[in-house]
């Protein structure tokens, strides 16, 4: 009996002396795991939430902003970032300050949390899979983090920051003063990094399809002009800001990314 056919026999023979209520039974433990390691991660970053808010969450409202220093250090001074850009956060509801800390706490721990949710995931579907598919699926795991993670840096260093910057800096009338609320602040912070991580699993996603027979390259690269157009619209809806500058620091990327879906889909 061949390799492949021993992972088939094993995997029905796993799946025929589990019930319906023995998968749900593992998977209930899959879920409590999840929240445990949940909880414990949301204890600490509960406590370390007030130095994580000044010193990164607040990082891109001052010009000490590392990525500001470093553009302008890159560009030999052409880009100017070292002027006196600082916008002060404000609070006007009585109790956002406490609300943020518990909500931005458990954002984060998720974000944190997504490599061990993965883990579980895997285990729970692992028995049922042939040995062929066992390979398909890791990849799509192990890149769906990876690229998860990317699309969330990417939206902290660059998307957010410049993004940020435009919208307090433009001036309708010289006599009204920007006023940034906190709920305001963090909603924007939040949503822009978890839409660009969402956005960043596009290869991994073209990839899949492309193994149930969905989409191939010849089936993208047709297609890449109307792909294009509607990547600038996606681009215009994570930015707000509607600058050219700002769209395109979220249009190049994700032109990169379907370009990207093309090498790794299936002929």
Wanted: glycine share 4%.
């Amino acid at each position: 009996m061949g390799k492949e056919q021993k992972g088939q026999v094993d995997a029905q023979t796993n799946e025929e002396e589990l019930t319906f209520w023995d998968h749900l039974e593992v998977l209930r433990w899959a879920l409590v795991r999840i929240a445990g390691v949940l909880f414990v991660c949301l204890i600490f970053v509960f406590m370390a939430m007030p130095y994580i808010f000044d010193q990164y969450i607040l990082a891109p409202t001052t010009s000490n902003f590392f990525v500001y220093q470093w553009l302008e250090k890159i560009s030999g001074g052409v880009l100017n970032f070292s002027d006196n850009f600082a916008i002060q956060i404000i609070n006007i509801n009585v109790a956002s300050q406490f609300f943020t800390h518990i909500s931005t706490s458990i954002s984060l721990a998720f974000v944190l949390v997504v490599p061990y949710i993965i883990y579980e995931i895997w285990k729970f579907i692992r028995p049922a899979l042939f040995d062929h598919e066992v390979k398909n699926v890791r990849f799509a795991f192990v890149g769906s983090t990876v690229m998860f993670y990317l699309g969330c840096a990417i939206a902290y260093l660059l998307v957010f920051p410049f993004t940020f910057r435009f919208l307090t800096e433009y001036e309708l009338s010289a006599s009204i003063q920007n006023q940034i609320d906190l709920s305001s602040y963090i909603g924007n912070f939040i949503m822009m990094i978890m839409i660009m991580g969402l956005v960043f699993e596009m290869p991994i996603l073209a990839w899949l399809l492309s193994c149930i027979g969905l989409v191939n390259k010849s089936f993208l690269r047709k297609y890449k002009s109307y792909a294009v157009v509607g990547l600038l619209v996606l681009s215009a809806v994570i930015t707000p800001s509607g600058d050219p500058f700002t769209m395109l620091l979220v249009a190049v990327p994700l032109y990169l990314l379907y370009e990207l879906s093309i090498v790794v889909v299936k002929e």
